[in-house]
């Protein structure tokens, strides 16, 4: 048990005001005392997620209750022995409700979960992890899954061959642009959509082979079926774009439906499921994995950042700076991914 301390930190707050506005700011935090089954972690780093962003507006399907520190996904140093890990040990937390239920990693300190603390690979430095973090895992999950869903003998026996067209849409957001590199990385054609044109560069570098408008990914004409043309589609948009891109999925081909940046409804007909054997996969990184699985999966994320650090924008922001990347992140005005330096 930890003794309580002075303020030796500082976190992002978010609370309402008398008026009822939500609003975020910076305070000071002391080193919290750790409690049973959490333990305390000093955070070096934390992702920006666009659950983050929300959580900072006051979405109440993120920030369960005001005030809440925002921040899924942290990096930094055991202060306590977690589970088989000493004091000391560089680890990452993700999910288990942390930043949603729990206060978050847009703090200096951190009552982690022990069930969601794992040790960093050491290869990937506190930044390089949270440039990834559940943006990563949930590219890589993606993909794996995706995989496992396609019909290639269906495809085969309608026409098509092995040939592997993989849309990844929202491409230059944090998942979308890790799951074109992941994609691509997994051998895998890759044709990226973005509304934003400065990005092409970066995403070729990604491994995309080619680089789309939101217009150009989406076939003319209103028929509930165009010409198949992907094989799979990572979907990070939702909305109207997802609804509109079923039509164009391959015989049995499958598409994996990850955000809603672009809109919650979709609007679309069966056709694509009953007369092409479509698939279309939720993905849920936060409730889909188990620890187990995390633990499997961030070596293969550091393998992945290997290939990517060069080309990946990441941007380095401190504490006093999230809120205004929120509001850029809901406005969709944002690339690649941003990770937050308490310390700074
Ligand atoms: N299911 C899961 O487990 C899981 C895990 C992580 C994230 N997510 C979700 O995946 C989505 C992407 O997350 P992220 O962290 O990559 O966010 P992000 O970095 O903000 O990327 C979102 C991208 O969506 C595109 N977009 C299209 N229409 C938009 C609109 N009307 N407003 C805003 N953006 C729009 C933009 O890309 P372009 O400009 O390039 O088109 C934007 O960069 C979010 O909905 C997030 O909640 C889900």
Same mark, same amino acid.
């Given at each position: 048990m930890m ?5 030796? *930190?500082?976190c992002?707050?978010v609370?309402?005001?008398?008026a ?11 080193r919290?005392i =750790?409690?049973? #089954? ?9 992702g ?5 962003a ?7 399907g ?13 990096a *930094? ?15 990452v937390? +993700?999910?288990?409700?942390?930043g949603?239920? @729990?206060?978050? *990693?847009f &703090? =200096?300190?951190?009552?982690a979960?022990?069930?969601?603390? /794992?040790r960093? %690979?050491p290869?990937? =430095?506190?930044i ?6 559940t943006?990563?895992?949930?590219a890589?999950?993606a993909?794996e899954r995706? &995989?496992?869903?396609?019909?290639? $003998?269906?495809q ?10 993989? @849309?990844?849409t929202g491409?230059? $957001?944090?998942v ?6 992941a ?20 995403l070729r570098?990604?491994? &995309?082979?080619e680089v789309?408008? %939101?217009?150009d990914?989406?076939?003319?004409g209103?028929? %509930?079926?165009?010409?198949?043309r992907? +094989?799979?589609v990572?979907d990070?948009?939702? $909305?109207?774009?997802l609804?509109?891109?079923?039509? =164009?999925?391959?015989h ?5 439906s990850?955000?809603?940046a $672009? ?10 499921? /009953?007369?092409? #054997? ?8 936060? #409730?889909?994995?188990?620890?187990d ?5 961030w070596p ?11 080309h990946?924008p990441v ?5 006093? #700076?999230v809120?205004?990347?929120?509001g850029?992140?809901l406005?969709?005005?944002?690339r690649?991914r941003?990770?937050?330096i %308490?310390?700074a």
């Amino acid at each position: 048990m930890m003794s309580p301390a002075l303020p030796s *930190g500082h976190c992002w707050l978010v609370s309402r005001d008398d008026a009822g506005a939500v609003f975020g700011r910076l305070v000071p935090q002391a080193r919290p005392i =750790s409690n049973a #089954g959490r333990v305390l972690v000093k955070v070096e780093a934390a992702g920006f997620n666009y659950k983050d962003a929300l959580a900072c507006s006051g979405h109440p399907g993120v920030a369960r209750q005001l005030p809440h520190v925002p921040g899924i996904d942290a990096a *930094g140093v055991l202060q306590e022995p977690a589970d088989t890990l000493p004091a000391g040990t560089p680890v990452v937390v +993700t999910g288990n409700g942390l930043g949603e239920s @729990l206060p978050g *990693g847009f &703090a =200096s300190w951190l009552l982690a979960p022990v069930d969601a603390v /794992i040790r960093r %690979p050491p290869t990937l =430095s506190a930044i390089s992890a949270m440039a990834l973090g559940t943006a990563g895992l949930t590219a890589v999950v993606a993909v794996e899954r995706l &995989a496992g869903l396609i019909d290639w $003998g269906y495809q085969r026996q309608t026409g098509g061959g092995r040939t592997s067209d993989w @849309l990844v849409t929202g491409a230059s $957001g944090g998942v979308g642009m890790l799951a074109v590199a992941a994609a691509a990385a997994a051998g895998h054609r890759v044709l990226a959509c973005t509304r934003k044109s400065p990005v092409a560069e970066v995403l070729r570098s990604l491994g &995309a082979a080619e680089v789309l408008t %939101p217009e150009d990914a989406i076939a003319p004409g209103g028929k %509930p079926l165009a010409s198949g043309r992907y +094989t799979a589609v990572i979907d990070t948009v939702g $909305g109207p774009l997802l609804a509109e891109l079923l039509r =164009s999925v391959r015989h049995g081909g499958a598409v994996a439906s990850i955000g809603n940046a $672009g809109g919650l409804e979709l609007h679309a007909t069966v056709l694509p499921f /009953i007369l092409r #054997g479509v698939t279309l996969a939720g993905i849920d990184a936060a #409730g889909l994995l188990t620890n187990d699985q995390r633990r499997q999966l961030w070596p293969r994320l550091a393998t992945l950042w290997s290939l990517v650090e060069p080309h990946f924008p990441v941007r380095l922001l401190e504490l006093d #700076g999230v809120g205004e990347w929120a509001g850029r992140m809901l406005a969709g005005e944002t690339r690649g991914r941003a990770v937050v330096i %308490p310390s700074a």
